[in-house]
């Protein structure tokens, strides 16, 4: 098939009128073309007089392909192949693999094992998603925090209770296969061609499920509501798994191959394995809390008079600058019409995130507001340190917004003159189970607050009104991404002990969904070469 880039294509633009302008750029009759198919689309909002779609079209002919290309208009045409991945090969294991954390990583390494006929054993801390959901909701309706189900914990990983996001900027044609494998358990076919595809926290769920279904279709296991409690070794090498299920029974898996996918905040079992002497470091991440602005104000900063397009939906950012005192300020998983949730795994701590559903259609839009943050930062040589300080922002937190699990807010007029917020203005918070008026300064540090100053100030020149007076700041934000790095080889062994893939985000590998699903694919395929050798 023809591949034609850069199509500019009105907002209301109809199948008719892609064919029309497909035939126009291979300089062919409508009837020689036997298919058409979106293979990009994004939108183009740099002229808010001319918002329009920018469009990729994989076009099938009837007739010569390499002739028509030369008759292009488009000199980036190109013939292009789709993308078919192909499971690996190996030979067979005399111990079933273990697969630690049922999030997109461990979800894509067992969906790999078990295709390929290895029947993974999965071992899930939290609850199965439809249950986790349950438990969820109770938390933010003013129930108890399960510390072992929750945001964070629990099938489908952090990401299930998020925008959905699968935006990636790694360059691996694996990201292909796993958006269509998403699609294929029940995700929007649009995720294959948006530029910035999402599924929504609605549809996530049903697609988490339906993988987990298909895992064990091929022979794979789960074990819910079970922990990692150690690692059996002998002579450098990894012999079983040891597991405790939360009723306190205990579970020994022997095998020689561990993947572990246990997500970012693991806390415990970062500390375990530390102390088994797993090599690990300290990394950098960011720290810092959640803005919030109107959804119709974000959209009309946007996208101007287009704004509220019903086929625009509601309008992104993604900003990023350096401040004066050197430190890079950015915003990060932005919601669009969602909301600020309460994404604690601990008790007495308050966390922050942010989610939507598909139809992006809440009153507000929120992000990230984050300072980047480095291993001199955390006050410590040990490699755990960025955990600790982590750890004491979110306390603090929980202090600062009453100790109730409600978050400390501020508006932002009162954050960048240094007050104290009394008052709400045109922005309601949206985080769930409540708010406390107050100053962030009281649980972030003071270098990290200066950062977000300078930042937003900076940011506004960017997108006007970003530093609106009414805006919400909503803390903490600290789980951006994991704190530690487990040390891997070329083999994505760890280097200390052998049959131990530390895989993911939680390992220090990935940064999103379909970042750490394709590290996932990529830990498992280490696995089976692993037993070629």
Do not use: W
């Not at 929504?200 to 922990?227: A, P, Q």
């Not at 805006?471 to 530690?484: D, M």
């Amino acid at each position: 098939m023809i591949r034609i880039p850069d199509l500019k294509m009105p907002l209301d633009y109809s199948e008719s009128s892609l064919l029309s302008t497909a035939a126009k750029a291979l300089r062919t009759d409508e009837n020689n073309i036997l298919k058409i198919e979106i293979y990009k689309k994004s939108v183009d909002a740099r002229k808010k007089s001319d918002v329009h779609f920018n469009i990729t079209l994989d076009v099938k002919v009837n007739g010569n392909e390499k002739k028509l290309l030369n008759n292009c208009r488009n000199k980036k045409a190109s013939i292009a192949e789709r993308y078919v991945y192909n499971l690996p090969k190996g030979n067979k294991m005399s111990k079933r693999p273990v697969v630690i954390g049922a999030g997109p990583a461990g979800l894509f390494s067992a969906l790999v094992l078990s295709c390929c006929g290895y029947a993974p054993i999965v071992i899930e801390r939290g609850k199965k998603v439809e249950d986790r959901t349950r438990d969820v909701s109770a938390f933010l309706n003013g129930g108890g925090l399960d510390v072992n189900s929750n945001v964070q914990f629990g099938e489908g990983g952090a990401g299930t209770f998020s925008d959905g996001k699968l935006t990636t900027g790694i360059k691996n044609p694996y990201v292909r296969h796993v958006l269509e494998e998403f699609v294929l358990c029940g995700a929007p076919e649009e995720i294959l061609y948006s530029a910035k595809p999402h599924i929504g926290t609605d549809k996530l769920k049903l697609t988490v499920e339906n993988l987990r279904k298909k895992i064990i279709e091929h022979g794979g296991d789960f074990y819910f509501e079970t922990r990692l409690a150690d690692i059996i070794v002998k002579d450098g090498a990894v012999t079983a798994a040891k597991c405790i299920k939360n009723d306190k029974t205990e579970l020994t898996f022997e095998t020689d191959n561990v993947i572990l996918a246990i997500g970012h905040s693991a806390r415990d079992t970062f500390e375990m394995i530390y102390d088994k002497g797993v090599i690990i470091e300290p990394k950098p991440f960011s720290v810092g809390a959640r803005i919030e602005h109107r959804r119709e104000f974000i959209d009309k900063a946007r996208y101007g008079k287009f704004a509220g397009h019903a086929q625009l939906g509601a309008a992104d950012y993604k900003l990023s600058v350096k401040t004066s005192d050197g430190r890079g300020v950015y915003t990060f998983c932005m919601c669009p019409g969602g909301v600020v949730i309460a994404a604690a795994s601990e008790e007495n701590t308050v966390v922050t995130n942010g989610m939507s559903e598909f139809a992006r259609n809440a009153e507000n839009s929120n992000s990230a507001l984050l300072v980047g943050v480095t291993p001199e930062d955390y006050g410590s040589d040990s490699p755990l340190a960025g955990m600790y300080f982590q750890r004491e922002i979110e306390k603090k937190a929980f202090e600062a917004g009453g100790k109730s699990y409600n978050a400390p807010v501020q508006r932002v007029e009162d954050f960048l003159l240094g007050r104290k917020t009394t008052r709400l203005g045109d922005v309601t918070p949206s985080y769930i189970p409540g708010v406390t008026m107050g100053n962030l300064a009281d649980c972030l540090p003071n270098f990290i607050v200066e950062s977000m100053r300078r930042g937003i100030v900076a940011m506004d020149a960017m997108l006007k009104g970003f530093a609106l007076p009414d805006a919400i700041l909503t803390g903490a934000e600290t789980r951006s991404s994991s704190p530690i790095r487990i040390l891997r080889n070329e083999s994505l062994q760890s280097v200390s002990l052998k049959g131990l893939y530390p895989c993911g985000e939680g390992a220090g590998y990935a940064g999103g969904i379909v970042s750490a699903a394709v590290d996932g694919m990529r830990c498992a395929e280490a696995c089976i070469a692993g037993q070629n050798g």
